[in-house]
C-alpha cells in the first residue's frame, strides 16, 4: 500500500528566505503531483513530476523527484506573503488507474 | 471551458437526514473521483467512477455511503443518515482518460456540517 509522508507538517518563515518541503512515499509510484490549496478553496495543481530526476520550475516554486529515494521536494526561492497556503504533494498508486494517495499537507505561513 | 462544478458548496444536515452532492466534471471527462478531506488533514480518496460504472470503491465506507454517475447528469455522493463524524469536505475531481499523465481538476467541494 503507498504511503505518502510529507514534512515539516507547518512552516513558518520569513519573506525573502528559502526552503524545501519534502516528500517521502512509501513503494514505486510512476507519478508525484504537488497541489497548492488556500483556506477554504479547492486544490490547484502545481506540478506533474513522470520520471526519476525529474524538474519543473514555475515562479519561486521548483518541483524535483528522485524515484530510487523515492523522495520529491518542492523548493521555494526567496518566499513571498503570496505563497502562503497548505501544500499537498500525492503518489499514484500504480495498476490502480487514477487513483492518487495524498500527504497530509505542508501548512506554510510566510512572514511579512 | 468550465472547470468541474459541485454543488451545493455548503450543506447543512441534522443527524439522521440524508446528503446528496453532486459533481459536474469538465467538458470532454469521463472519469470522476470523489475524495473526503477532514479538517488539517489531506485528501482521503473514496470512489472512481466511469459513465454507469463504479471502478474503484475501496475508499468509500461499507454503510450508508454510495456514488453514481448516471449517464446523463452529473455524479452523486449520497450519505444516508448522516452522523457528525461525515462532517468534512467533500472534493470531486475529473480527468479525461484513465491512466493519463494528466493531473486530476478538482471541483470547488462541498463543505457537509452535520449538527
Known amino acids: 500500500e503507498l504511503k505518502v509522508e510529507q514534512n515539516p507538517l507547518f512552516l513558518s518563515m520569513q519573506e525573502g528566505k528559502n526552503y524545501t518541503i519534502y516528500c517521502n512515499y512509501s513503494?514505486?509510484?510512476?507519478?508525484l503531483y504537488w497541489y497548492r490549496q488556500d483556506p477554504g478553496k479547492s486544490l490547484e495543481s502545481l506540478f506533474v513530476l513522470l520520471s526519476n530526476g525529474a524538474v519543473k520550475q514555475e515562479g519561486r516554486l521548483m518541483a524535483s523527484l528522485d524515484t530510487k529515494a523515492r523522495l520529491s521536494t518542492l523548493h521555494i526561492t526567496a518566499a513571498v506573503h503570496d505563497l502562503s497556503a497548505t501544500y499537498f504533494c500525492a503518489g499514484h498508486l500504480m495498476n490502480r488507474d487514477d487513483k492518487i494517495i495524498f500527504g497530509k499537507g505542508t501548512r506554510l505561513h510566510i512572514l511579512p | 471551458n468550465a472547470g468541474v462544478m459541485q454543488n451545493p458548496r455548503h450543506l447543512v444536515r441534522r443527524r439522521g437526514q440524508e446528503a446528496r452532492l453532486r459533481c459536474s466534471p469538465m467538458k470532454g471527462h469521463s472519469h470522476v473521483y470523489w475524495y473526503r478531506q477532514l479538517p488539517e488533514e489531506g485528501l482521503k480518496f473514496m470512489v472512481y467512477?466511469?459513465?454507469?460504472?463504479?471502478?474503484?470503491e475501496s475508499g468509500m465506507p461499507k454503510e450508508r455511503f454510495s456514488a453514481e454517475f448516471p449517464k446523463e447528469g452529473p455524479s452523486i455522493l449520497r450519505i444516508q443518515q448522516v452522523v457528525r463524524g461525515d462532517s468534512a469536505a467533500y472534493f470531486c475531481?475529473?480527468?479525461?482518460?484513465?491512466?493519463?499523465?494528466?493531473?486530476?481538476?478538482f471541483g470547488p467541494g462541498t463543505r457537509l456540517l452535520v449538527l
Open positions: 467512477l466511469q459513465k454507469e460504472n463504479i471502478i474503484d
Open positions: 475531481a475529473s480527468s479525461p482518460t484513465s491512466g493519463s499523465v494528466e493531473t486530476q481538476y
Open positions: 513503494t514505486t509510484s510512476d507519478r
